[in-house]
């Protein structure tokens, strides 16, 4: 009787392990910073390239930071990241966070949209833009922040970059030109 007894105890493991499995293979893991829903769909040829470019940029979610990187597998800087996800729909960007700045056509924060590029002053008291991101929609951009840590999201609204907000642009065709001035 004992001899039974064990493998039936062995047989409710494994379909409890089953059963586990069968419950996490249906959830969707949760990556805090994600946005609760997609890139919004476009409405005219401008918004199609900007999706485009946000779409690509929350693609990279999770890739290395690596200064001067500007490919997914080695890695990010911030200026990389906009010159890869602009390069994957075909548009020519300057490399630096700063000449991006310069050539960006000049967007309100309050007319943002996905694909738009949102600059920041990382150190203070120096003036010029030394930060970048991609915005995504939702008040949230893709940036990649710094050594030792990965492609990721932040609010803009969150009181670190609200206080370092230098500007936004945009840089795709419909939207390249003269810079965004210094906020």
Same mark, same amino acid.
């Given at each position: 009787?004992?001899?039974?007894?064990?493998?039936?105890?062995?047989?409710?493991?494994?379909?409890?392990?089953?059963?586990?499995?069968?419950?996490?293979?249906?959830?969707?893991?949760?990556?805090? @910073? %994600?946005?609760?829903? &997609?890139?919004?769909?476009?409405?005219? +040829?401008?918004? *199609?390239?900007? $999706?485009?470019?946000?779409?690509?940029?929350?693609?990279?979610?999770?890739?290395?930071?690596?200064?001067?990187?500007?490919?997914?597998?080695?890695?990010?800087?911030?200026? @990389? %990241?906009?010159?890869? &996800?602009?390069?994957?729909?075909?548009? +020519?960007?300057? *490399?630096?966070? $700063?000449?991006?700045?310069?050539?960006?056509?000049?967007?309100?924060?309050?007319?943002?949209?996905?694909?738009?590029?949102?600059?920041?002053?990382?150190?203070?008291?120096? @003036?010029?833009?030394?930060?970048?991101?991609?915005?995504?929609?939702?008040?949230?951009?893709?940036?990649?922040?710094?050594?030792?840590?990965?492609?990721?999201?932040?609010?803009?609204?969150?009181?670190?970059?609200?206080?370092?907000?230098?500007?936004?642009?945009?840089?795709?065709?419909?939207?390249?030109?003269?810079?965004?001035?210094?906020?």
């Amino acid at each position: 009787m004992t001899r039974r007894a064990a493998p039936r105890r062995d047989r409710h493991g494994v379909l409890a392990l089953f059963a586990c499995a069968f419950v996490l293979a249906g959830c969707t893991p949760f990556r805090p @910073g %994600l946005p609760s829903t &997609a890139v919004p769909p476009p409405d005219t +040829a401008s918004s *199609r390239e900007g $999706a485009g470019i946000a779409r690509v940029a929350v693609a990279q979610l999770g890739a290395p930071y690596r200064y001067g990187g500007t490919e997914p597998i080695r890695g990010f800087d911030c200026s @990389g %990241l906009v010159f890869y &996800a602009h390069a994957q729909q075909g548009v +020519a960007v300057p *490399r630096t966070a $700063a000449e991006q700045f310069a050539a960006a056509r000049s967007v309100d924060r309050d007319d943002l949209e996905p694909g738009d590029l949102v600059f920041y002053r990382l150190v203070p008291r120096r @003036g010029g833009v030394t930060h970048v991101g991609i915005y995504v929609g939702q008040g949230r951009f893709v940036h990649a922040p710094q050594s030792g840590r990965q492609v990721g999201e932040a609010l803009l609204d969150d009181p670190y970059w609200r206080e370092r907000f230098a500007g936004a642009g945009r840089l795709h065709p419909a939207g390249a030109g003269a810079g965004p001035r210094l906020e």
